[in-house]
């Protein structure tokens, strides 16, 4: 089946340390994207690449890095920069004739 | 500057009514229009779209009415049922493919 995968489910981020949330996607599409959720907030956009090796910040990137080296995946590094990382982390994908995305089902990601 | 937003945090409903969830947008350049269903701990389903250039758009029990005079757009669901209880989420694109996101509406469906 085609489709996203996010691992892992549930990260632990200790202080100082860096965290790397994994995509990746076989749907063959070019562009992906990551957003934040936090508890009755939108989605936030993190990071988004159109095309390997090229990607743009989106409106919340202070703390977070990523990488766009395959086409089918998309690394969200999450750095001792970040100084509240505790959310929920989406990937998202989206065909290049479509507006619309699809998601996976997400990293939980909470400091301890 | 853009925003996308729905009326209520929390719609409470009963099994077999229809619900009706609200949209507000500031963008009068807007070009397409999406709704998403989130359920508990998981990612965004898509559900339905609509462009710009309609005002109504039926799917599967949903119906999507977009009225372009007031900035405003709604999700209908018929015949609520128990599994419809989610989060939903309206997406507006302006003339990019990135879309500006709601924060969502709790839907409660009471059997």
């Known amino acids: 089946d085609g489709g996203i995968t996010q691992s892992p489910k549930y990260l632990f981020r200790k202080e100082g340390q860096n965290v790397t949330l994994s995509c990746e996607q076989n749907l063959n599409h070019d562009a992906m994207y990551w957003y934040r959720q936090d508890p009755g907030q939108g989605l936030r956009l993190i990071y988004y690449?159109?095309?390997?090796?090229?990607?743009q910040k989106g409106d919340i990137a202070e703390g977070y890095s990523v990488s766009r080296e395959k086409k089918e995946s998309f690394p969200l590094t999450v750095t001792s920069a970040q100084k509240n990382p505790t959310a929920f982390y989406l990937c998202a994908t989206r065909d290049s004739n479509s507006y619309g995305y699809t998601f996976g089902s997400g990293t939980r990601l909470t400091v301890v | 500057g853009e925003s996308v937003g729905l009326h209520l945090p929390t719609l409470s409903v009963q099994e077999g009514d229809n619900s009706i969830i609200n949209c507000a947008y500031s963008?009068?350049?807007?070009?397409?229009f999406i709704w998403y269903k989130q359920e508990s701990g998981k990612g965004p389903q898509f559900i339905i779209d609509?462009?710009?250039?309609?005002d109504k758009r039926q799917g599967q029990r949903v119906t999507v009415l977009l009225n372009k005079t007031v900035k405003h757009l709604s999700l209908q669901i018929a015949a609520t049922q128990p599994g419809d209880s989610a989060v939903y989420f309206c997406?507006?694109?302006?003339?990019?493919?990135?879309?500006?996101f709601g924060r969502g509406t709790s839907l409660i469906v009471h059997p």
């Open positions: 997406a507006g694109a302006w003339g990019s493919y990135i879309p500006t």
């Open positions: 609509i462009r710009s250039n309609m």
């Open positions: 690449s159109q095309i390997v090796n090229d990607f």
């Open positions: 963008n009068s350049a807007s070009d397409y």
